[in-house]
């Protein structure tokens, strides 16, 4: 085994952890790892003896580095079921506590979905659900290994850890297979050994909060304590400071018993600066735990805000209506599944907060610290929610689960001013893990949860989606309301929402929106509706994300073009606008995310309702929730990846701008088109639309827009096709693009004259023979090997490695094409 280190920062002083306590010597181990997919006969083989190349040797294990997924690629292959099984990871640590009688510690931030580690060959832990954090105590394991012949001679004073992970099926867990995500395996959040003191803080309570009006805030401080060798007692020292850093507050406290949640401190803040969307203020926590042992230092945030659902009424945050405009998040990326970095999730968040949103749900799991964090500093009021989800109610196992990670949830995230509600569970009206579906025994159980989760935390407010007969036990409900989708079409949201809203006291609509193939667009998107029945509510039904069979309905039936989301988006935000009542809603989802249940999708595997792909590749959606969500001032003609228009020679074309600001002015081809005044009731694009008449061949579109003294500009350019087609008869492959030692290739579909097919929507199959590699399994319109052509034609990109490679293309019913990416095509 390879020698390994410990790497990444240690964090020498306070670190900022969203409540599970960490101390001051805490350090994230992720390089050094090996992994082996699939399992082994025993813990031996994890540790014994061999020499590369020997057969012992075998199972060959791979180097890795944390986090990882076992899924990182096939959970979007076209061609095979996500693996669910067990894998190991093993590592070599170079241990030196530097607390006398210390702890030594490892803190996992996440592991799916079943966990075992080893010491050596002793099992030290155990831990059942994939996105809570958990910690196992190695002291004595390690103390023992530190005995044996083999600590210093074999391992060389090195401590050899392993880990097994298994993301099996398994009817008695949460959340189901049923879900429409992928319940992942491998340790795919970030892994810490930590040291610590004889006596160090498991937990730390920080309670903030404040009156109406923000005249005076009341903090109160707790304690969990980790004694395992029961000294039980502790000196703590608490500073408090303020936004900018300034020292406010001071205490100290001698205390003689450590069991259960221990009060520390409570006081008083005056007119404190409160928290928001818009100012974000944050007040730090400092605390220290002294014992003879050594001192243990952490640092936790914390702000003051005070909120309210009104009854039959929106929602006021700080005594002020605020209008909820959010999105949901999978923990979900192209390349690495789950298991996203700290640059990753940062870079996501950022992307959610230029779009303009100040709220959003976690879907449907606990999620990272990090962007919890994240939701704190940026200003994003947060919905976070325990895997119920879908398939009915197990047994006791099952229901302990359900109950521990609620526990764990709101404990380890107790303290972030952005969570506003805690989320019970999600379309638990969907039957189908358990041969009997038991309405009763389920509201039971979401009655249990709901009467935990007020214990454990009687600030925040309880909530499910999509169970109406449990729609009574928690405080805030969303239905299922997908106007244009799943049912009905858009311009029903307000009165079918207006509808779900009187028959509960506290309303908030999560999931909605549509499925959009990045890439494809259409000259007459809305034509589906004519075929869509109106008038029976917009609720999304068991089977409505098939594909095929049942009533006429977008989600299977419409052309899944970025064209007709933007008008649905655009309408669904003009009107809640002039929804006085409306608390908010959340857009189902951010970005594109991997699921099993859909593999016949345009892009396989992969739910195509983000307003960004996979791998942060902005749709046009995107520049739509801009136009109104945000102030600084934009401008976005559609169709930036719309490169062929068509239609009759002197037919009019629409051209659409979104847009915040006031006016905006266009031009086509160096000529002023005139000026738009913008007005959001005006759809669509809130009146910044033009009819203009497209000249054969090249066109320049460019937009000048003005919000008071500010100028912003845009500008496209597209071909307009007069020549109409036929079916689709032969594939041409060419290189639209080369950078350093990738190229892009693309596939364009022609008629037997010819003539571009620019609404065939054939599945195509890129292959690669050669010293090159297809970067493919990324779940994108430009990253799958499988995909269904976007306005005829579809990419993917090549990784050259030096070499010569040739790719072919195949559809069904048409011939091969091949290209030698030297140029040469055959």
């Known amino acids: 085994m390879a020698r390994s280190f410990l790497v990444f920062a240690i964090i020498t002083f306070f670190t900022s952890t969203g409540n599970y306590a960490q101390d001051s010597t805490s350090v994230r181990i992720s390089e050094g790892w090996e992994f082996l997919k699939g399992d082994l006969g025993g813990i031996w083989e994890a540790v014994r003896p061999a020499e ?22 096939d959970a979007v292959d076209p061609d095979v079921n996500y693996y669910q099984g067990p894998g190991w990871y093993r590592t070599q640590l170079e241990i030196d506590n530097p607390f006398p009688g210390g702890r030594i510690l490892l803190r996992f931030e996440g592991a799916g979905q079943k966990t075992e580690v080893y010491v050596y060959t002793t099992r030290v832990g155990e831990h059942v659900g994939g996105y809570d ?5 190695i002291t004595e394991a390690v103390e023992a290994f530190r005995k044996t012949a083999d600590y210093g001679s074999r391992f060389e004073g090195r401590v050899p850890v ?32 930590v040291y610590a003191p004889e006596v160090s803080a ?48 001071k205490y100290e406290k001698k205390l003689e018993g450590l069991a259960g949640k221990v009060p520390l401190w409570e006081t008083v803040v005056k007119k404190p600066e409160l928290w928001s969307p818009g100012s974000p203020n944050l ?71 230029e779009m303009g949103i100040n709220f959003i749900r976690l879907g449907h799991y606990q999620q990272s610290r990090t962007i919890l964090n994240l939701c704190d500093s940026l200003g994003i009021l947060v919905w976070e929610e325990i895997p119920w989800c879908r398939g009915g109610l197990g047994g006791d196992i099952y229901k302990e689960q359900a109950r521990r990670m609620l526990t764990n949830m709101i404990e380890q995230h107790y303290n972030h001013p952005s969570v506003i509600i805690w989320g019970l569970g999600n379309e638990n009206d969907w039957p189908g893990d358990f041969a009997e579906f038991d309405k009763a025994a389920i509201r039971g159980f979401m009655s249990e949860l709901n009467d935990l989760s007020h214990t454990l935390d009687p600030s925040r407010k309880t909530a499910i989606r999509r169970c109406d007969f449990c729609k009574d036990i928690v405080d805030v409900y969303s239905p299922s309301i997908w106007a244009g989708w799943y049912r009905g079409i ?12 009187e028959k509960v006291n506290h309303f908030l609509h999560v999931e909605w929106g549509g499925d959009s193939h990045a890439r494809r667009h259409s000259e007459n998107p809305d034509k589906i509706l004519g075929r869509i029945t109106t008038g029976e509510g917009a609720d999304e039904r068991q089977g409505d994300a098939s594909l095929y069979g049942g009533t006429a309905r977008v989600s299977k039936d419409g052309d899944w073009s970025e064209s007709y989301i933007c008008n649905l988006i655009d309408w669904h935000l003009k009107e809640q606008e002039t929804m006085p009542w409306l608390t908010g809603t959340a857009y189902w989802p951010f970005k594109d995310f991997s699921t099993p249940l859909r593999p016949e999708n345009p892009v396989p595997y992969v739910n195509q309702k983000g307003v960004v792909e996979r791998d942060f590749t902005k749709k046009e959606a995107f520049y739509v929730f801009q136009s109104y969500w945000t102030d600084i001032p934009m401008a976005h003609i559609y169709g930036h990846s719309w490169p062929v228009r068509w239609g009759d020679e002197g037919e009019q074309k629409m051209i659409k701008v979104y847009s915040n600001c006031d006016e905006a002015e266009l031009f086509v081809n160096g000529k002023s088109r005139g000026i738009k005044k913008r007005n959001s009731r005006d759809f669509p694009a809130a009146g910044l639309r033009w009819m203009v008449v497209p000249e054969p061949g090249k066109n320049e579109v460019k937009v000048i827009a003005r919000k008071g003294r500010q100028t912003v500009t845009d500008s496209v350019s597209f071909r307009y096709q007069t020549a109409k087609w036929k079916a689709p008869a032969r594939m041409e492959l060419t290189i639209e693009k080369e950078e350093n030692d990738t190229v892009t290739v693309g596939v364009r579909v022609y008629d037997k004259d010819g003539i571009a097919c620019l609404d065939a929507r ?50 069904e019913g048409i011939p091969t094409a091949f290209l030698d990416l030297k140029g040469e095509a055959e």
């Open 202 to 249: 498991e937990n730390i309570f920080v309670r903030a909060e404040t009156d109406v009006k923000g005249k005076l805030g009341k903090l109160d401080i707790r304690a969990r304590f980790h004694d395992p060798l029961k000294v039980n007692e502790a000196t703590v020292h608490i500073r408090l400071l303020d936004p900018s850093g300034k020292h406010i507050g």
């Open 52 to 73: 590369k190349g020997s057969p012992e040797a075998v199972p060959v294990w791979e180097t890795v580095s944390l986090p990882h997924s076992f899924n990182a690629e």
């Open 490 to 501: 858009y311009t029903e949201y307000k009165q079918v929402s207006r509808k779900e809203f």
């Open 162 to 193: 392993a880990i097994r992970c298994d993301n099996s099926r398994d009817l008695e867990m949460i959340p189901s297979d049923m879900s429409d995500f992928n319940l992942y395996g491998g340790i795919y959040r970030y892994l810490n050994l």
């Open 133 to 137: 954090e958990w910690t196992v105590d």
């Open 283 to 353: 007040y730090t926590v400092e605390v220290e735990v002294e014992t003879k042992g050594g001192t243990a230092r952490y640092s936790e945030k914390a702000g003051f805000r005070h909120f309210e659902f009104v009854e039959k009424g929106p929602f006021r945050l700080n005594g002020e209506r605020l209008l909820l405009r959010g999105t949901h998040r999978h923990e979900d990326h192209a390349g690495v599944a789950n298991a996203m970095t700290d640059e990753q999730m940062r870079e996501e968040m950022l992307l959610m907060k």
């Open 762 to 811: 054939n599945f195509v199959r890129f292959s690669l023979t050669g010293d090159g590699k297809l970067l493919d399994n990324r779940g994108t319109s430009a990253g799958s090997r499988k995909v269904q052509l976007y306005n005829g034609r579809a990419v993917i990109n090549v990784r050259k490695h030096g070499g010569r490679s040739v790719i072919s293309v195949k559809a």
